[in-house]
């Protein structure tokens, strides 16, 4: 075996080894731990954009400077500190949506949903998203409305911005 694959498999265990073993564990803590939390997917909602048993992560930091926007994959706080949903919003606060035939409508006009590719015939009534509050949804509009879990979320609830 050749010196230095010896060395990194199994390394001389000194002062030096262990500050530097102790600083990677304390920078891994800190950053998957707050900043950047590791996601698994599970279920089906979100293909085809994000798949079922696939990861991902959410960069918290996201939103600190700015509001989330529309058609922002957002992680979004649903039970404790450890349940998430991985959601799309659709409608900001103050604005009207609706889904007609499967089709998305905000304050009466039509909007294009580019990351849609599963269409639906969904049907949901008027509704005003409240202030502090936005609309999320799923992309997979194939699942009836009844498998998703969606509409108005308080923007305290949203832990960060989803990157992949």
Same mark, same amino acid.
């Given at each position: 075996?050749?010196?230095?694959?010896?060395?990194?498999?199994?390394?001389?265990?000194?002062?030096?080894?262990?500050?530097? /073993?102790?600083?990677?564990?304390?920078?891994?803590?800190?950053?998957?731990?707050?900043?950047?939390?590791?996601?698994?997917?599970? =279920?089906?909602?979100?293909?085809?954009?994000?798949?079922?048993?696939?990861?991902?992560?959410?960069?918290?930091?996201?939103?600190?400077?700015?509001?989330?926007?529309?058609?922002?994959?957002?992680?979004?706080?649903?039970?404790?500190?450890?349940?998430?949903?991985?959601?799309?919003?659709?409608?900001?606060?103050?604005? &009207?949506?609706?889904?007609?035939? =499967?089709?998305?409508?905000?304050?009466?006009?039509?909007?294009?949903?580019?990351?849609?590719?599963?269409?639906?015939?969904?049907?949901?009534?008027?509704? &005003?998203?409240?202030?502090?509050?936005?609309? *999320? *949804?799923?992309?997979?509009?194939?699942?009836?409305? %009844?498998?998703? %879990?969606?509409?108005?979320?308080?923007?305290?609830?949203?832990?960060?911005?989803?990157? /992949?």
């Amino acid at each position: 075996m050749p010196s230095f694959l010896r060395q990194f498999v199994f390394p001389t265990i000194n002062r030096r080894f262990l500050v530097r /073993l102790s600083a990677v564990c304390l920078i891994s803590y800190l950053v998957f731990g707050f900043l950047l939390l590791p996601l698994r997917i599970q =279920g089906r909602s979100m293909e085809p954009t994000y798949h079922d048993g696939s990861c991902a992560f959410c960069w918290r930091p996201m939103y600190f400077l700015s509001p989330p926007k529309r058609f922002d994959v957002v992680a979004v706080r649903f039970a404790g500190h450890h349940v998430m949903l991985l959601k799309r919003i659709v409608a900001l606060p103050g604005e &009207t949506l609706e889904y007609q035939q =499967g089709k998305l409508y905000i304050n009466g006009q039509l909007v294009k949903e580019p990351h849609v590719r599963l269409t639906s015939q969904w049907n949901l009534s008027t509704r &005003t998203v409240k202030p502090g509050n936005v609309y *999320i *949804i799923g992309d997979n509009r194939s699942l009836s409305m %009844k498998r998703h %879990k969606i509409g108005q979320v308080s923007m305290e609830r949203i832990v960060g911005g989803v990157v /992949l």
